[in-house]
């Protein structure tokens, strides 16, 4: 057991998940519960529930569920004994001297200590002789000391052990600087070498200031010119953005989303604090929600090249689909954000913000786009274009939207409006079909068990597991008829194997006298509590009666001694006999 139950059950009372969950997502009363737009994937309709009852959350989106502790887990980035302690602190209870597993808890600590060592041990090799290259590279880079400074910026000699060296001096296992990345396992099996060697060296840093990774730029023609710290138990790249622990305090609801650190560095010491960027990676719908945190509003200012322009075209989606408004940067000459700021010698700063100010949302890009790609000069070119138009228009969600840029662009082109729209209506109605086909597919699929890769059994036997899982919510919500339930169905008569722990769990919880639900995020993996949930918030609102438990457990029973075609095969006549007369008896 990770925590005494009695103080997990406390520090659940006096944490609220409704109030937990307010400075992340907007949440309104429907019925009994609350719903909002979840905080963990880019949606418009709101599909996040907040159970108020028993206290849990599920969203019907992405299929994050869990309770107050899952949630702080999830939308903070925390282990399991981290989350308790960020609850704890919250409600102003002291954590229990001992009796719970806290190795992770401890190893993403001393992970964090040794990054931290690190980057400091880079900073310093920047300014000594074996860092000359790196000072060099980057004061050409226009940086300025101060600049360096403020983003702790370094550089990892060409010697394969000095970081390994100077870490285990410290105190350091080799265990604990392979589990940061920082260190990597010789072929030999015997000892370990550096990660990150000849590279400029930028320390990634958390909301909170910890250092969780690092990114180095090498100072040769290898391949790859950027190397990214992999996941790590306090890091993941597709969750994390390069200087947001600045962005978040620049005063402003935009953020600038640029392509690479030195980017980034450039915008922030021309006077732009607000710029943050993806981690060796293409944007992810989670880094879009943790803007979304941050931000109302995102310029994208990627490269004008033909790499920066598809970039583009894909976050454009993300973005949006994350609640944010977005604008794209077009910088003249096709230069990216820190070329030119550099090519405009002491102008650099006001001329980058006269670009900024130019810079015009994403419809007008998208539209621009896709003028260069037709003869607009000819009746053809034009009704191609337009008829690529109205496909883009069809995406948009508002209908004002759609109906603005309609309007102006039948203006341009001498177009009927009415027609114009009635072609994009057209396809807006088509989208909606096949996403709405889409989303019967996904139900057919969830019901069927096809593709669940947390309850493998279900597509095996769908029927017993329905009544399983049924019977499981049904004790969850009734501890006072386990005794009952218990007489009446036996672990080993379950066909399904996830549905079988759960039911020998609670059983065994409530009959000790335990609540049912307290450790279910210490106890069950992630994907296994997210499971639970789901299960809780399907039977959300339908009625578990009495004759509904009778039923459930009729269809356990039968499904328990049902034999399969090749069973039935290999008996003998009395086997037969003696099976016919069991099904009897489990029918009467």
Not at 191 to 214: E, K, Q, S
Not at 226 to 234: K, M
């Amino acid at each position: 057991m990770a925590f005494p139950e009695g103080f997990i059950q406390e520090l659940k009372m006096r944490n609220d998940l409704a109030e937990v969950a307010a400075p992340y997502v907007t949440l309104k009363r429907r019925g009994r519960n609350l719903v909002g737009l979840c905080p963990f994937h880019g949606e418009k309709t709101p599909s996040f529930n907040v159970y108020t009852e028993d206290s849990h959350f599920y969203c019907f989106g992405c299929g994050a569920g869990g309770d107050v502790i899952s949630f702080v887990m999830r939308i903070e980035n925390l282990d399991y004994v981290d989350a308790v302690r960020f609850l704890a602190q919250r409600a102003g209870m002291d954590m229990p001297e001992n009796g719970y597993d806290d190795s992770l808890s401890k190893l993403r600590k001393r992970i964090f200590e040794a990054n931290r060592e690190a980057a400091r041990f880079y900073y310093r090799s920047l300014y000594q002789p074996v860092g000359r290259e790196g000072l060099d590279y980057l004061h050409g880079r226009m940086l300025t000391d101060r600049t360096i400074r403020h983003f702790g910026l370094g550089f990892a000699d060409d010697d394969w052990s000095s970081l390994t060296t100077h870490l285990k001096s410290l105190g350091f296992t080799e265990q604990e600087l392979t589990a940061a990345n920082l260190a990597l396992p010789r072929r030999s099996g015997k000892g370990v070498y550096d990660r990150f060697t000849n590279r400029v060296m930028f320390p990634i840093i958390d909301l909170r200031g910890n250092v969780i990774a690092f990114g180095g730029r090498i100072m040769t023609d290898q391949k790859p010119k950027y190397l990214n710290t992999s996941d790590t138990p306090v890091f993941q790249k597709s969750a994390n953005l390069f200087s947001l622990n600045n962005a978040k305090n620049a005063g402003t609801r935009t953020l600038l989303l640029c392509e690479g650190y030195m980017d980034v560095i450039a915008v922030n010491q021309a006077g732009f604090q607000n710029a943050v960027a993806t981690l060796g990676t293409a944007l992810t719908g989670e880094q879009a929600m943790l803007m979304k945190r941050y931000a109302d509003e995102v310029v994208i200012c990627y490269d004008a090249d033909e790499a920066g322009q598809k970039a583009t075209a894909r976050a454009i989606p993300i973005l949006r689909n994350a609640g944010l408004l977005v604008r794209v940067l077009t910088i003249p000459n096709g230069k990216d954000p820190d070329e030119f700021i550099r090519s405009q010698g002491a102008d650099g700063p006001e001329a980058f913000r006269a670009v900024l100010e130019r810079s015009g949302n994403d419809v007008d890009y998208r539209l621009q786009k896709l003028r260069s790609d037709y003869h607009l000069e000819t009746p053809d070119g034009k009704v191609q274009f337009l008829e690529a138009a109205a496909d883009l228009l069809a995406a948009l969600t508002s209908s004002i939207e759609q109906d603005v840029y309609a309007a102006r662009l039948c203006k341009e082109f001498e177009v009927d409006k009415t027609s114009f729209l009635a072609q994009v209506k057209k396809r807006s109605n088509s989208r909606r079909r096949d996403a709405y086909r889409k989303e019967q597919q996904k139900i057919r699929s969830d019901l069927s068990g096809r593709g669940d890769r947390v309850d493998k059994d279900k597509s095996k036997a769908p029927r017993s597991s329905s009544a399983e899982e049924a019977l499981v919510v049904y004790l969850i919500r009734n501890p006072d008829a386990a005794q009952t339930i218990a007489g009446e169905v036996a672990p080993e008569q379950f066909q399904n194997a996830l549905m079988r722990r759960y039911y020998a769990y609670f059983l065994q919880r409530i009959i000790n006298g335990l609540e049912p639900m307290t450790n279910i995020t210490a106890d069950f993996t992630a994907d296994e509590a997210n499971k639970l949930y789901q299960m809780l918030g399907k039977h959300s609102g339908v009625a578990q009666t009495k004759q509904s438990l009778a039923e459930y457990i009729r269809v356990i029973r039968e499904e328990s001694v049902r034999l399969k075609a090749d069973e039935a095969g290999g008996m003998t006549g009395e086997q037969l006999n003696d099976y016919l007369a069991k099904i009897r008896k489990v029918k009467n």
